[in-house]
């Protein structure tokens, strides 16, 4: 090992023993229970069952009790809600973070203000602003309905949590209310770190500045926009307060952390929902290296 | 038309700051080759960046063609420049470089293509088109930035150093292919920031020498203004002087003793000499500075020849084609270079006697302005 | 340059726009935080009688110390953000800007780390408490919360170390510097941008923790807001106390608002410029 | 010795149980420690299962819900021989309730029924009696709302309830099915017999509110929202709790005065009333150091005498039967005496018949109904589809 | 002890790229000043970052002070650097910036304020000691780059093209500064790399030219190493001829027609003449090229002069101090240069007859190696 190595690892050091520590125990453990029945109620029960969670008879995959189809199941159907959820905000969290961070960008009296203000939603708890949104949207004291209608827009108040066709999408837009910030604030700080003077060329060579967004401020941002679509993936795939908090809790808008979260706290069934969680840690595994191979991430170089 | 004006322009980079562009009035004809020369942080780049568009002009205006363009954005002025840091795009290759800024005119890739590859050529950079400029050397970088304005066929040229960073041969190329380019464009008028003396000589139609320093406040931003020939001979201060020509003037100071038809008989160090210069306003006594090339003296041929006097050598430095002596007229005075054709044979220690024509002297008056010199000379 | 008039005011424009729509909510649990009884049920926003009611009758109770709670919250926040971020720093300095083997991989497994669901997690970290004897610790949670802020850090300041000019480092090994001083003193003000705003993600992040926070804790002087406002309940079960919960939410934004306020001014451009050439 | 009890968290819920503790510690010389507990039913026992999981000695004395004793049986002590026979006095069905198994784990605390709250108002200016079946409420809701909404009011609602995916529905709906005489899911036995015509009929009736009598948004109300609108004067009757009744005729409440209460109506003239069973018990965690001492406390807090006194300070419903023909306690809530039946005969959930599987029933049926509600399924398919998949939560044994 | 000893030096920038420097050795002594000179890209910056150790070396040995440091970390080498690319740390003020690596060396605050504003003061910085590199002009910020490495006092210092941005003045200056520190230090070792043929010739003990290209690969990446004067009077190489020198040697193609007493007999474009080498080896009729510097010829005496040859200026550079004239022999034979001292009065058109010295000429075989001189030349 030569001294840089050394080096290396002697930085690494503190980041890997925290997270062993921290780490090492709980995923295992849960990785462990996918292949036991173990029940919440009676651990000391717990009996070694293979992958009988995953691919037996009453199985994540490949259920034979799933007559309609796997994704008619509760199983499949959180997947694809998730799924579902998470492509729509993720894009649109990029694509409204990419802008209000354009914007904060921007030199203009009052910027301190904007910055500050663009951070409420991310700094409102989870828990409450959930409340917050569902009570807003409250299909009869809610105050957004009652704008709406006053303003003409729409004739009758809409239960937008209630009725299947709008909860999903409710969801979204509250995430992507919220978590836009997040995503603003990441980027703000990368293009503030571009190089300046090559801007200054492309300012002499006359680029519109939509071509010099596209060609040059998107590519050199990139790899912190990468990380902040990756950490928003990473959550979005495992979004649960939200749609708990906000909607019905019937299994057309349930996500996959909420599958677990029902079977191995409601009902208590810990194997299972290890299970579960490591399907959804696969899932998720598979959906971040997607995404890096299609961002050309390169994490070994420089 | 390409025509740029500078009226009365002043740059002022904080509020309170002293001006670091005082006062600049200059005209660039259509087409013409403008040399920007002048010490380390005088304002060469500060002028160009502001004919760039990228710096506000604090008063005064700059025109282009007749038209102010002081509020219009860098991309209308029709500029092309090359940047003293070069200002590379770090995440494209050196060919994406190069033709980014073609694409905008709606150039077709073949077009691109093919300026890009002559381009590429002129400058030897051909085996390096899909490099990152972080895996280039400096001077390849620097050639880089070159080769972006040059595929462009804008109106101005801006040029900050392009050359500092490219060996001796590559330069003279380089510089040989710009002018060329200037010269088949015709219209476009370029200006050109180097501190390499050669260049401007051999590059400038016009030469705008600079100030630095406290003078700026005082006298204005721009010392002179004129051919090469002219700022070589016909400096019109000290300053001009000292600074057009390698090794620079020897500067010794003088008394003023008489003046006669068109010419000056001043002493140095005790010894008289004639000086070309019209001296009429100077008093009897009075304090003056005499200018004489390295290039100019000779060896004397008498101990009685006019025009001369004597010294020893402190010092020799060889360059090849030529030697430099350096010379100690009296403890007292500056010491003085002299430059010999070839490969001298004096001895460090030696004495010598030089000698120098009184057409080739100089004579400032005790403010650094230049006498008016009297003999005619190649222009 | 000056920009024409018609940029300023589409800047002003889009400004207004963005900053109504992310605060209107705050704004509404504001008025909210005024309002009292029946008036929470009606579609206005701003109430049409003021009643500080509900901030007092946070403070009042003895047993639910909302004081003690926002300074538990702050001390295990300040913990998180000053432990990630120097984890980070230093983890990303060997990630970012040392080359070897295994670096890919390394990161990938950092980030495989915030994978699981919380929930997934929750049995497994709660036995871990208490096995370290952290359970029942406000500051105890200072470790847990190391799973999701440091994945986060590390990556982010990865990639922001990465982009730092080669030359400068190796101007400062030049200098003398060691790995630590080269990430103190010529590093760490160069990416203050990307330190701040990692710095008040993981902050946001640790102070709005809700679930581990509940269930590692049960003492009630240890709690932290967000349990302490999840645990305000109103007259009966289902009464959900509506009035106190906006209130308590505005206070613990506010600090949020403040920090975020007091450090974006970091958030500049321009750091390193001059740097290098070319 | 300390004793640690969870029982509510802020509020009039808290003050009680602050005195009440208060009140054994200086008797018996113990010290007892408050647990305040999230809001969330499901997040309560969430937690509580975290900590029995971990067999955590850290909370003596639990509050359960009703339908928890099955779900958490595993981890509370048998309190046989701590009651010395008290729970006799507590309403049987509540006692069987609790019992699992033959131990009674929990003592009944206060009970819950639900009620049906109207407007006496409107319903006397559009010259109708309050309804006894759902048909009749059908009927004078829509005409009561046809008649407020000419009259201005374009937000005005019939009727509301709690039809959002959640525990609250299964309780709703648990109403609707028994009353029609469609049973309760799982029999007592533990054959799953939710799949019959009457329970088809019952969720038929309730699908044919929605956007009729009843707002689109009532599938996603909880107790609170109903509530809400209800006490905005926005709708004519409403399913809830006894909570209700004091928050609707507080000072600041539009319908103060005006809110009338029955039991909830049958279904069909054939069918009866029933009203789902709620409320809270009181239990010693398995994992307690000092088991007696927190039995002990149970036995204190679920006395009569305690009873009497959140009775009367907080109107909850005492188990106790004795204590609905005290007069003190019928002062502070008059309707305890004329739904006095509506309390004792309330009809629990399956939760003792399904064990640690109720959470799991409960959901599927919730499910099931809430897909009946927005429309998504037919009653028929969906009970059909709920059957099964009952069979498979079952596997075998309950 | 500070001599840098590099043994059979390579390095390969990619595994499967070629080699960027091939098999360089070379010693440095104790106290020499070494200038690195070649084409852009031939790995200078290469092999200076070699030593100071911020570069793997492929193979071979790089030893300081005869310790062998290919695996010594950079700060325990004992070295200082100017980067090319400046590398300023641009959130430190000048002071700062170039107090650093004293502070880091656990200097005390007045002895690093001390040194600063000595180094500050010869490097005309003083007025800018507060600012930030981004408030600098280019060449400021180079001088800044400078001042870092002169206020240590290292074993050995590495200078990348450190005057490339300052004008005439400055660069004499700081050039003499450098000299002066250098051998005030005494026994520290400097390599410098430049561009400019002066200062290569002035400043250096020994000049170490690389090639660049595909030469390397076959050739080796040094293609001498020597003095200033061997260098110039003495090239190697039709390669080394040409880069030493400016403006660059002219190259004629001659053939071979005899040799006799240490003197060579040639055929130019028709015309014979005399070259003072030991050409023994070659055959008669055999091709090879003739070299004659600029400097080197003159305006013939008369027609039948010896050693001289007919030519037609085509254009004409005046540089003040000398006058270039670009002369056409024939349509087939390349431009060559021809320098006269002072401005002269020839115009562009004229036909005028060169001579050379036998001594003067240079003569390679066809391999572009050069033939021994036979004269004695200075050194
Ligand atoms: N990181 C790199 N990866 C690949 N090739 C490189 C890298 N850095 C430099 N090179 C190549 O190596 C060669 C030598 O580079 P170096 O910087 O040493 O040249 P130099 O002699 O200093 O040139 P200059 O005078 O232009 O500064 C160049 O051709 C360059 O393109
Ligand atoms: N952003 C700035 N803020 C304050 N002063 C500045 C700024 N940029 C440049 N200056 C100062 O303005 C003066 C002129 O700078 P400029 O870059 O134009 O010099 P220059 O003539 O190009 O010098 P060089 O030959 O060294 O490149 C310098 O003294 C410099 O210190
Ligand atoms: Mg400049
Ligand atoms: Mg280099």
């Known amino acids: ?302 | 038309m390409s025509r740029i004006d500078f009226n009365n322009v002043c740059k002022r980079y904080a509020p309170n700051a002293p001006l670091t562009i005082n006062n600049a009035n200059l005209t660039i004809e259509n087409g013409e080759f403008c040399v920007f020369v002048g010490p380390s942080g005088c304002g060469k780049s500060t002028l160009l960046r502001m004919v760039a568009g990228l710096e506000d002009i604090s008063s005064g205006d700059v025109s282009i063609g007749g038209e102010r363009v002081n509020d219009l954005p860098p991309a209308r002025r029709g500029v092309a420049m090359v940047f003293q840091s070069y200002a590379l795009y770090p995440h494209m290759t050196v060919r994406e470089n190069m033709g980014f800024g073609l694409k905008v005119f709606g150039s077709n890739a073949a077009e691109i293509d093919k300026k890009v590859r002559a381009a590429a050529d002129i400058l030897q950079l051909t085996p390096l088109l899909d490099r990152l400029p972080k895996a280039l050397s400096g001077g390849q970088r620097q050639r880089v930035a070159i080769g972006r304005a040059i595929v462009k066929e804008p109106r101005v040229f801006l040029f900050d150093e392009p050359l500092s960073n490219l060996d001796a041969a590559l330069r003279v190329q380089t510089r040989l292919e710009i002018a060329k380019l200037h010269h088949d464009i015709g219209t476009a008028s370029m200006i050109y920031v180097t501190h390499d003396q050669v260049e401007a000589m051999t590059l400038a139609d016009k030469i705008v020498l600079l100030r630095a320093g406290e003078d700026v406040q005082k006298k204005g931003s721009i010392a002179q203004i004129g051919t090469p020939m002219d700022l070589y001979h016909r400096p019109n201060s000290l300053f001009v002087a000292e600074f057009i020509g390698s090794p620079k003037m020897n500067i010794l100071p003088a008394t003023f003793e008489s003046a006669s038809h068109g010419s000056a008989q001043i002493r140095v160090a005790g010894h008289r000499f004639d000086v070309a210069v019209n001296a009429d306003q100077l008093k009897a006594g009075q304090a003056a500075t005499m200018g004489l090339r390295p290039e100019h003296m000779r060896l004397a041929d008498s101990d009685h020849s006019p025009n001369s006097l004597p010294a020893r050598v402190v010092h020799i430095e060889k360059l090849g084609e030529a030697s430099l002596l350096y010379l100690e007229i009296t403890p007292d005075t500056p010491t003085i270079t002299l430059k010999l054709e070839g490969t001298t044979g004096i001895r460090t220690g030696e004495n010598i006697r030089l000698q120098v024509d009184a057409a080739d002297l100089h004579l400032f008056d005790d403010q650094g302005e230049a006498l008016t010199r009297t003999v005619s000379l190649p222009v | 340059m000056k920009s024409a008039w018609y940029w300023r005011v589409a800047l002003y424009l889009a400004a207004t726009v963005v900053v109504a729509i992310s605060v209107f909510p705050f704004i509404y649990a504001v008025s909210t935080s005024f309002k009292s009884g029946s008036a929470l049920f009606e579609p206005v926003l701003w109430p049409s009688s003021v009643t500080l009611a509900n901030y007092v009758s946070l403070f009042s109770l003895a047993e639910q110390p909302f004081g003690r709670h926002i300074l538990n919250s702050i001390m295990v926040s300040v913990l998180v953000v000053a432990i990630s971020l120097f984890i980070g720093v230093t983890a990303s300095y060997a990630l970012g800007r040392i080359s070897f083997k295994g670096r890919g991989l390394l990161l990938t497994a950092v980030l495989a780390v915030s994978m699981f669901p919380q929930v997934a997690v929750l049995a497994g970290m709660f036995e871990l408490i208490r096995f370290l004897g952290l359970y029942n610790k406000a500051l105890g949670l200072v470790l847990p919360y190391m799973i999701f802020t440091l994945p986060f850090t590390v990556w982010v300041l990865t990639t922001f170390m990465k982009q730092l000019p080669k030359e400068l480092e190796e101007a400062a090994i030049m200098d003398g510097c060691g790995p630590w001083r080269i990430i103190k003193d010529v590093f760490m003000p160069l990416l203050w941008p990307a330190l701040v705003s990692t710095g008040l993600l993981a902050f946001i992040a640790a102070w709005n923790e809700f679930l581990f926070a509940l269930t590692f804790v049960l003492d009630n002087n240890e709690r932290t807001v967000p349990v302490s406002i999840a645990l305000i309940s109103g007259a009966s079960k289902y009464d959900i106390p509506w009035g106190n919960i906006m209130a308590a939410s505005v206070l613990v934004t506010i600090p949020l608002l403040g920090l975020v306020l007091a450090f974006q001014k970091k958030i500049v451009s321009g750091l390193t410029a001059g740097a290098v050439k070319g | 010795a300390t004793v640690t009890i969870s029982c509510g968290s802020v509020g009039q819920d808290y003050e009680n149980c602050k005195k009440m503790t208060a009140d054994w510690a200086r008797k018996t010389g113990h010290e007892v420690k408050l647990f305040t507990i999230p809001n969330s039913t499901t997040d309560i026992l969430a937690l509580f299962r975290q900590l029995f999981a971990a067999k955590s000695p850290d909370l003596d004395v639990v509050n359960v819900d009703v339908v928890w004793p099955g779900v958490i049986k595993d981890h509370l002590l048998d309190l046989k021989p701590y009651s010395k026979g008290v729970e006799k006095e507590h309403f049987p069905a509540i006692v069987a309730n609790n019992t699992v198994d033959g131990k009674l784990l929990a003592m009944p605390w206060f009970t819950d029924a639900g009620l049906l709250f109207y407007r006496k108002d409107l319903v006397e200016k559009y010259g109708a009696k309050p309804p006894t079946t759902w048909e009749e409420l059908a009927a004078t809701a829509k005409k009561i709302q046809d008649g407020e909404r000419a009259a201005g009011n374009k937000d005005f609602h019939g009727f509301v309830f709690q039809a959002k995916a959640y525990e609250g529905l299964t309780c709703d709906a648990v109403e609707w099915v028994h009353s029609h005489g469609g049973g309760n899911i799982v029999n007592d036995k533990g054959e799953i017999t939710i799949n019959n015509p009457k329970a088809v009929q019952a969720l038929k009736t309730a699908a044919s509110w929605i956007g009729t009598i009843a707002p689109q948004g009532v599938l996603n109300y909880a107790e609170e929202e109903a509530r809400g609108v209800f006490q905005n004067g926005n709708a004519a009757f409403m399913r809830n709790w006894p909570y209700a009744w004091s928050l609707g005729n507080a000072k600041d409440s539009k319908i103060s005065g005006k809110i009338g209460v029955s039991a909830l109506p049958k279904g069909g003239a054939s069918g009866q009333n029933a009203a789902t069973l709620g409320g809270w018990q009181l239990a010693v965690s398995k994992y307690s150091r000092n088991p007696a001492i927190a039995a002990d406390l149970v036995m204190f807090m679920t006395s009569a005498e305690s009873q009497k006194y959140r009775a009367i300070n907080g109107s909850y419903n005492p188990t106790i039967a004795a204590l609905y023909k005290d007069k003190d306690v019928l002062a502070a809530n008059p309707f305890f005496g004329s739904l006095y039946e509506v309390f004792t005969s309330a009809v629990p959930r399956p939760a003792t018949a399904t064990g640690a599987k109720y959470p799991e029933v409960s959901s599927a049926f919730w499910n099931a109904t809430h897909d009946v509600l927005s429309g998504q399924a037919t009653a028929e398919d969906s009970l059909k589809k709920l059957e099964g998949k009952l069979k498979q939560v079952q596997r075998g044994k309950w």
């Open chain 1, 1 to 302: 090992m030569n001294s840089k190595t050394r080096t290396a690892w002697t930085f690494l050091a503190p980041m890997l023993l925290v997270l062993i520590l921290v780490a090492v125990w709980p995923l295992g453990r849960t990785i462990w229970f996918s292949f036991t029945d173990a029940n919440i109620n009676d651990l000391s029960a717990t009996k070694f069952v293979g992958f009988e969670n995953y691919f037996g008879e009453y199985g994540l995959f490949a259920n034979p009790n799933y007559t309609d189809g796997f994704f008619a199941s509760d199983w499949g159907l959180s997947i694809l809600n998730t799924l579902k959820f998470s492509v729509v905000s993720v894009t649109l969290e990029t694509l409204m973070g990419l802008g209000v961070a354009m914007l904060l960008n921007q030199d203009f009296k009052g910027r301190t203000f904007v910055r500050t203000a663009v951070l409420v939603p991310w700094a409102i708890p989870t828990i409450v602003s959930a409340k917050m949104w569902g009570w807003m949207l409250h299909d009869q004291f809610g105050i957004i309905n009652q704008w709406l209608v006053d303003f003409g827009l729409i004739a009758d108040k809409i239960a937008w949590t209630a009725q299947p066709e709008y909860a999903l999408w409710t969801v979204v837009a509250v995430d992507v209310w919220k978590t836009t910030p997040f995503m603003a604030l990441l980027i703000l700080a990368a293009l503030q770190t571009l190089p300046k003077d090559c801007y200054e060329a492309a300012e002499v060579d006359g680029v519109h500045p939509l071509r010099v967004f596209w060609k040059v401020t998107l590519p050199l941002i990139r790899p912190a926009l990468m990380v902040a679509v990756i950490f928003r993936l990473l959550d979005a795939l495992r979004v649960f307060d939200l749609i708990y908090v906000l909607t019905s809790n019937n299994n057309s808008t349930i996500s996959m952390s909420g599958f677990v979260r029902r079977e191995m706290v409601d009902n208590g069934y810990m194997g299972y929902g290890s299970a579960a969680s490591t399907a959804l840690f696969l899932i998720i595994g598979l959906c971040t290296v997607l995404a890096i191979k299609l961002s050309r991430m390169k994490l070994g170089e420089d």
